[in-house]
Each structure stands twice: as structure tokens, then as C-alpha cells.
């Protein structure tokens, strides 16, 4: 019994060995071996592998010579093996990630055994479809149109311009001269000679290595210059731009390579090479502006004969999608009038222009002192009697009128501090004067002896009734409005009535103080007239938008009136705007300001600003003037300027005159 039950085992065991060779068809080496090609060459590095016919190494360096300008590692998995004998095939399913498109295809691989191993047989045609031998792949962008930027009336702003990229172009001189022609490139240009030669040195054997982008060749560099350097080219192309170099170069920003600090924040939306917007509303919008761009992936033979042209084949391609224009209220004839204006003043500086009607920000110009920062928009300055405007409505709103007697001593002293009116203030207007006659002339005093019946909270709002220090929805662009705290007291309250303290203003905010004088009610400034298509887009990490002074535009015929912050504050009404209208007019016809009743066309407005700041004595002094004409209040302001009357006032006679 037992030794019939042995043969029995013995029998099922033969059955089974005999079952499981045959079931061993090699199938599970091919696999494992199709699977090892498929990680190699995710890994870029196929030196470990057995090949049919082929050195590994020489594989390896083949592989990384054809895709090495891709500069990417793709993602590969291998599908489903045929076997056939000693022969088994699969598909090798590539996906690579090339700028912001995805290449993916299929290659068939094959593999052959040779004993109990698995070799692969080498062909380039296994990296990517239609590349012959000798042939080397590469990755081009293909560059998104920037939208353009464009004033009222749709008027181009910013739009493509002819430039030159001046630079070198390693592909037209040798190796062993990159180098140099580098270092002569920067010394032309003016760059720094170690950075340039390292941004040659790293980049691919067939790069072109920008060094500056050229308006116009100048008399220093010259196309003959460029040439004399081996390698050096001035490639003519285009580039959005602004009319001039120095156009509303605060407001608008400028569009260059992304820096590698842009890059790092971008999360993947820039690589180096790209075309993004630093400062200003090219890198608030820059999503919005700069598109999408398309690539381009080319296979290039060797040339048949030494300098001749390689002939190149694109493999795989996307369209590349122009970016949206952005429209802005800016008119080019007054922003060009107001920068004009200021290209003689030292001190930093800036003329705001808007239309009351609309709210309709036609011009914000920073002067060449300001050293490219927003003066115009984003400056923090004390307003000095400007603020007068915010005072008076406040008063009356306590019951007084134009006409209303106030006292004009020649100082006042709050807790130990010493007030007193500005140097030249006339004689005439000291003592018991109207509301009018003090405000015309600028009457320190009679607005700090207010201090008594207008409380701070009373100031506050005075102010936002005015549109001031409240936020600007429709604005859709960085700015300052202002600010005016609700709560002080002592010679801090003293010092409010007449715009110092702890009150702080920017051009923009004093603009839209006198427009809404000229409206008979509160204006909300706006610029961006389509932030609202930008507000599906992810916004540039590195753009530094404010939400409060973002949002959405309305169209430029939209009421400028906006509701003032805090709710319970009532807007200026018009018979209130009126009784101001009267004074600013005032300032003109019988105040300091008389040199404005010469501007043609409707009569002038206006309320000049004086504000000491610092620790100099005498102090220096920030110079203001606001003014009204006809459908326009602008503002000006320079940070270092003495009195508003003798030094904005010029400035604002001259942009008034000319702007017509």
C-alpha cells in the first residue's frame, strides 16, 4: 500500500514539473526586461541594460545626445508583450512634459533572447516617432502674442514695436571662442563680463544668449560693433512696449525675461526664457497679458557639409494663444502733457488727472524724481490745507456757510504747541473773516479754532463723503486712497484741520477729493476698464495684488459715484459741492492762486497745500494744489517743493493751459 501511494505522488509530481515547463515560455523574463528599458529610459540612463548588437554605453550616450535639448525626463510605461519565440515586441508609451504642453506617443520595442537573457534591440527610432539616425531633438517656444495695453478711445499703449536682441549666437563661431566673444559682448553692452560669460558657457551648444534688448542701435552700439564680435548678432523683432522708454513707467510696468527669483515663485507657470511683466499692471495682469505659449519639438540632422544650414523636422507642435488686451481710461495726449511737466522737477513728484464724470483716470504721472516708484497712485504724503476741502464740508454740515464768520489770528496755541499761517499770509484777511475769505487765503488758525465743533470721527466722514479713504472697486489697480483716522485729539486733532498729523493722502486720493467736488457727488476712481477678464485667470505669484484696490471695472460711462465707507456716512450733496465749488473759486479770484484765472476755456477751481514733514528746521515741506476745470480735477504734488502756491501752482498752470 504504501509504496503504490508513493508512485502515485511520484507520478502527479512528473505531471506537474512537466506542467509548469511548458507554461514557462519565458514570457515573465521578457516582461521584467521590458519593464527595466521602460524605467531606464524614464531615468534618461540605459548604461545598465543588455543590448542586441549594441555597447551599452554607446546607447547611453546616443540616448542622452537625441533628447538632451528637451530638457525634461519623460514619463514611460511599457504596454502589453507579444512573444514570439526568442522575439518579443510591446509598446513603449511616452509622456512628456515640454513647456506647458504634453507630447505623448507610442514606439514599439523589441527585444531577442540570446540564452536565459533578454537584450534590446537599439534603434533611435525607439525614442520618438519618425528620428533617423544622426538626429537630435529639441524643444523651441513658440511665443504667445502679448495683448496689448491701450488707453481711452482704445488708443495702443503698450503694443508690439520693432526692438533689436542683440547678443551671441553660439552656432556662428567655435567652441574655443565663446568665451571671449562673451566677455566683449558685455563690455559693449555694459553688462556684467562674469555673469554673461557663465550664461554663454551654460547654455546649449546651438543657443542664442540674449544681452539687451535695443529700441534703436545707439551711437556706443552699432550693428558694425555687434558684428566685429565673433559670434555677436542683432537679431531685429518685436516687443510690447510703450510709446518711450520713460512712458507711465510707474503705472504700467515693463516687460522683460523672467528673472530666476519670477521663476522660482511662478509654481511652473515660467521657465527660463519666458517674457513676463515686473511692476506695475504688465505683472499685475501679466496671466491675462502674456497668453499661452506653443512648442515645438524638432528633430535636426547633422549638416551635410560644414556650414551649411541643419535641416531640422518639427515631430510635435502646439499653437500658441495670443494674450488678451487690457483697456485702460488713460489719455496718451495728457499723460504724455503731465510727464512733460514734471521732467524738471527734482524732487519726486506727480500729476494725476480724472474726469469727474466717470471717474475716469486720464492721466497718473510720477516725475523722474519719484526713481521709477508710483508716486502718483501708491504715495503716503500729509495734504496739507488740500485737506481744507474735507474741513469745510464738515463744517458745514455743522451749519456754517461760505459766508459764516471765523477767526483768523495770526497764531493759536494747543497744549503748549504753536500754530501759525503760512509766511506772507496777507493782513488783511486776519481777524473775523468768512468761511470763504479764510479758506481763499488758507487761514491756518480759523480751521484749527474749528477744531472745537468738528470732531476727528466728524473729519473721517467728511473725507469718505468725499470719496476719499474708502475703497475704489472699479479702480483695478494698486493704490493708496488715503487714510484719516477716526479718533484723535489734542494738537493731533489740531493738526488734521489743517491735512497733517496722522492724515495721509497720495495724489490719486486729492484728485478724486476735487473731483468729486466738480461732480456734486463721491467718485470712484477706475483705470483697468477690463480687470474683470482677468478675474477667472490665476493671478501671478508674484504680482502683489491688493483686493481691496482690485476687483472689476465698469464700463467708462458708469456713474462715478460709489458709497461711502463707513456706512453710515452721507455723500456730498450737490448744493454742498456747490458752496465748495464757490470757495475753490474763490482761491482764484481773490486767494493765492491768482495766476490760474488766466487758464482758458471754463473757469478754475482750486485749493492749494502746504505740509511740513521732517526734522530739519525750518522743516521741509511738501507742495499740493488741487484744482477743477470744466470736466477735469487734477491733482499735483511734489515731495520737496516749498510752498503749493509758488510751486505745484506753476506746474498745474502749465498742464491746464496746454491740455486745453
Given at each position: 500500500m504504501g509504496k503504490l501511494r508513493n508512485l502515485v505522488l511520484g507520478l502527479v509530481t512528473l505531471v506537474m514539473a512537466g506542467s509548469l515547463t511548458a507554461c514557462d515560455d519565458g514570457r515573465s523574463g521578457a516582461e521584467s526586461a521590458a519593464k527595466q528599458l521602460a524605467s531606464a529610459l524614464e531615468a534618461l540612463d540605459v548604461g545598465q541594460l543588455a543590448f542586441d548588437g549594441k555597447d551599452a554605453s554607446a546607447a547611453n550616450d546616443e540616448l542622452k545626445a537625441v533628447v538632451g535639448g528637451l530638457d525634461a525626463k519623460p514619463s514611460v510605461q511599457s504596454g502589453d508583450l507579444k512573444l514570439d519565440g526568442d522575439k518579443a515586441t510591446f509598446p513603449l508609451n511616452y509622456s512628456w512634459n515640454i513647456g506647458s504642453a504634453k507630447w505623448e506617443y507610442s514606439r514599439e520595442a523589441t527585444l531577442k533572447k540570446s540564452g536565459d537573457k533578454w537584450a534590446v534591440q537599439w534603434s533611435p527610432s525607439l525614442l520618438a516617432p519618425e528620428l533617423a539616425d544622426g538626429q537630435t531633438l529639441s524643444a523651441k517656444t513658440v511665443a504667445a502674442q502679448r495683448g496689448q495695453i491701450l488707453g481711452s478711445g482704445d488708443a495702443p499703449i503698450v503694443e508690439d514695436r520693432p526692438v533689436f536682441r542683440v547678443g551671441i549666437d553660439k552656432t556662428k563661431t567655435s567652441e574655443d571662442k565663446w568665451d571671449a566673444s562673451a566677455r566683449a559682448m558685455a563690455e559693449l553692452l555694459g553688462l556684467d563680463a562674469e555673469d554673461y560669460a557663465k550664461q554663454v558657457a551654460g547654455s546649449g551648444p546651438q543657443a542664442f544668449v540674449e544681452g539687451i534688448v535695443l529700441r534703436a542701435y545707439t551711437a556706443d552700439i552699432t550693428e558694425a560693433k555687434i558684428k566685429a564680435i565673433p559670434g555677436g548678432v542683432s537679431i531685429l523683432d518685436s516687443m510690447?512696449?510703450?510709446?518711450?522708454?520713460?512712458?507711465?513707467?510707474?503705472?504700467?510696468?515693463?516687460?522683460?525675461?523672467?528673472?530666476?527669483?519670477?521663476?522660482?515663485?511662478?509654481?511652473?507657470a515660467l521657465r527660463a526664457g519666458d517674457t513676463t511683466g515686473t511692476g506695475g499692471l504688465q505683472q499685475k495682469y501679466d496671466s491675462l497679458l502674456r497668453g499661452k505659449d506653443g512648442v515645438e519639438v524638432v528633430a535636426t540632422a547633422e549638416p551635410a557639409?560644414?556650414?551649411?544650414?541643419?535641416?531640422?523636422?518639427?515631430?510635435?507642435?502646439?499653437?500658441?494663444e495670443a494674450g488678451t488686451t487690457l483697456k485702460t481710461t488713460l489719455d496718451l495726449k495728457l499723460q504724455q502733457l503731465a510727464e512733460e511737466t514734471l521732467a524738471g522737477v527734482g524732487p519726486a513728484s506727480a500729476i494725476v488727472a480724472l474726469k469727474p464724470s466717470t471717474g475716469a483716470v486720464l492721466a497718473a504721472a510720477s516725475g523722474p524724481g519719484s526713481n521709477g516708484y508710483n508716486t502718483a497712485l501708491l504715495g503716503q504724503y500729509a495734504p496739507g490745507s488740500t485737506f481744507k476741502i474735507v474741513d469745510s464740508l464738515a463744517m458745514f454740515?455743522?451749519?456754517?456757510?461760505?459766508?459764516?464768520?471765523?477767526?483768523?489770528?495770526?497764531?493759536?496755541?494747543?497744549?503748549?504747541?504753536?500754530?501759525?499761517?503760512?509766511?506772507?499770509?496777507?493782513?488783511?484777511?486776519?481777524?473775523?473773516?468768512t468761511l470763504t475769505d479764510a479758506f481763499a487765503h488758507s487761514c491756518?488758525?480759523?480751521?484749527?479754532?474749528?477744531?472745537?465743533?468738528?470732531?476727528?470721527?466728524?473729519?473721517?466722514?467728511?473725507?469718505?463723503?468725499?470719496?476719499?479713504?474708502?475703497?475704489?472697486p472699479n479702480l483695478g489697480v494698486d493704490a493708496f486712497l488715503g487714510s484719516v483716522p477716526g479718533e484723535a485729539a489734542g494738537t493731533e486733532h489740531a493738526a488734521s484741520m489743517i491735512g497733517q498729523g496722522k492724515v495721509l493722502f497720495s495724489p490719486l486720493s486729492a484728485a478724486i477729493m476735487a473731483a468729486s467736488v466738480a461732480n456734486g457727488a463721491p467718485v470712484s476712481p477706475q483705470l483697468v476698464l477690463n480687470a474683470d477678464a482677468a478675474a477667472a485667470q490665476t493671478q501671478n505669484p508674484d504680482a502683489g495684488t491688493s483686493t481691496a484696490e482690485g476687483g472689476t471695472a465698469s464700463p467708462s460711462s458708469a456713474p462715478a459715484t460709489v458709497p461711502a465707507s463707513p456706512a453710515s456716512t452721507k455723500p456730498i450733496t450737490k448744493e454742498e459741492a456747490a458752496s465748495l465749488s464757490t470757495m475753490m473759486r474763490a482761491v482764484v479770484t481773490s486767494g493765492h492762486a491768482g495766476f490760474l484765472a488766466q487758464v482758458p476755456g471754463a473757469p478754475v477751481g482750486a485749493k492749494t497745500g502746504t505740509a511740513e514733514f521732517g526734522n530739519d528746521d525750518p522743516p521741509k515741506t511738501h507742495a499740493w494744489i488741487v484744482a477743477v476745470h470744466g470736466d477735469l480735477a487734477v491733482a499735483v504734488f511734489v515731495e520737496d517743493g516749498g510752498l503749493g502756491a509758488t510751486t505745484s501752482g506753476p506746474l498745474l498752470k502749465t498742464f491746464l493751459t496746454a491740455a486745453g
Open positions: 510690447a512696449l510703450a510709446p518711450t522708454r520713460t512712458f507711465a513707467r510707474a503705472l504700467l510696468g515693463s516687460v522683460g525675461q523672467a528673472s530666476a527669483e519670477q521663476i522660482e515663485k511662478s509654481n511652473g557639409a560644414e556650414g551649411a544650414t541643419p535641416e531640422t523636422k518639427v515631430l510635435f507642435s502646439t499653437p500658441a454740515r455743522n451749519g456754517a456757510t461760505p459766508d459764516s464768520k471765523v477767526d483768523c489770528p495770526s497764531t493759536v496755541t494747543v497744549d503748549g504747541r504753536t500754530f501759525k499761517n503760512s509766511e506772507g499770509y496777507p493782513e488783511s484777511s486776519l481777524g473775523s473773516v491756518n488758525t480759523a480751521f484749527i479754532n474749528a477744531r472745537d465743533t468738528v470732531s476727528q470721527d466728524q473729519l473721517e466722514s467728511a473725507a469718505t463723503a468725499l470719496g476719499v479713504a474708502v475703497e475704489a
